[in-house]
């Protein structure tokens, strides 16, 4: 079994900065890619960013602003993101692409951290 879990939302003023992480654990063999997925209230969930060796890839949205990293020996991804908008606001989700004892491959996600950016 795989969790992963978010951690770090919360309510923030335009211009702020915040900082979301996500731990992956169970019975995990190996991370191929991890990545930080957005949706807002009403919308449907979008990339914003992913992080698979050291390649990088960022939504146009967000570049320039978020920065993805990872720790490959916590198996934790983390998102900081500055210059925040009232539009970033939303659930943001851990996905992580990964391979256990049973399956390879397979996508896994978390329950999401919530984002307000108060205008």
């Known amino acids: 079994q795989v969790q992963l879990v978010e951690s770090g939302g919360g309510l923030v003023q335009a211009g702020g900065s915040l900082g979301l992480s996500c731990v992956a654990s169970?019975?995990?063999?190996?991370?191929?890619?991890m990545g930080w997925y957005h949706q807002a209230p009403g919308k449907q969930r979008e990339m914003v960013a992913t992080i698979n060796g050291v390649r990088t890839n960022y939504a146009d949205s967000v570049k320039g602003r978020f920065t993805i990293s990872r720790d490959y020996a916590k198996n934790t991804v983390y998102l900081l993101m500055n210059s925040l908008k009232p539009e970033d606001t939303g659930v943001y989700y851990c996905n992580a692409r990964l391979t256990t004892w049973r399956l390879a491959g397979m996508d896994y996600w978390g329950k999401g951290t919530l984002v307000t950016v108060s205008s």
């Open positions: 169970g019975s995990i063999v190996s991370i191929d890619g």
